[in-house]
């Protein structure tokens, strides 16, 4: 009965033993980071004293992507994109990519910080719909969509003023992270340009 309690005990050890030193060497996959948006822009010397002010409120991202994962669609099945992270929330990314086509672009809009106090004006609601790389087949280089609704909204009231539906498509040339990231770039430059320009026409 001894030598067998011995054999048992040591068979255990060597297996408790294996197991440390696959945990010890095993190490979990590398991430990279990466951002969409670019640096801050210089600010448009042309916005006036006379521009109409207006608060940005916190712009609103579905559950599934307004944190650091990259989403991707392919039909019904989603997954995240192994390997890569965004250096911070996708929603904070956007919404300083959001301010920065304001302060670069605007010309006749200025946009409010929610410290300051706005009576009588307006505020610019931005509610992402989309936020996604959809694969057409497993495989091929996806499309980044985004899809956003925008409300000029008169405050403190809170009616509709405006309201549209914006929707970019970017290709990526192909299927690689880096080509995936820099679409995503693209797409959310050229929904910002458009954005402004409809806040600049819709403010007043």
Known sequence: MIRSSLIRLTA?????????????LSSPD???????????PTVSESLGSTATAIALRRVEFPE???GDRLLGVTGTETAY???ARWVSP???????SLEN????????V???GPREIVRGGRSLDIDVRAFEARYDVPGAAPTVVITARARVTTLPERNVAAERMFSVEQPA???RVSSIVEAFDVAARDLNTQIVAWTEANAR
């Open 81 to 83: 994109i192994k390997g």
């Open 173 to 175: 040339s192909e299927n």
């Open 101 to 108: 086509a304001f302060a670069g672009q605007a010309t006749r």
């Open 12 to 24: 255990v050890g060597v297996a408790a033993s294996t197991l440390a030193g696959c945990a010890l």
């Open 30 to 40: 590398p991430v990279q980071t990466y951002r969409f948006g670019g640096p801050a």
């Open 110 to 112: 200025r946009l409010v």
């Open 90 to 96: 996708a929603a904070d990314l956007y919404m300083e």
């Open 64 to 66: 599934a992507v307004e």
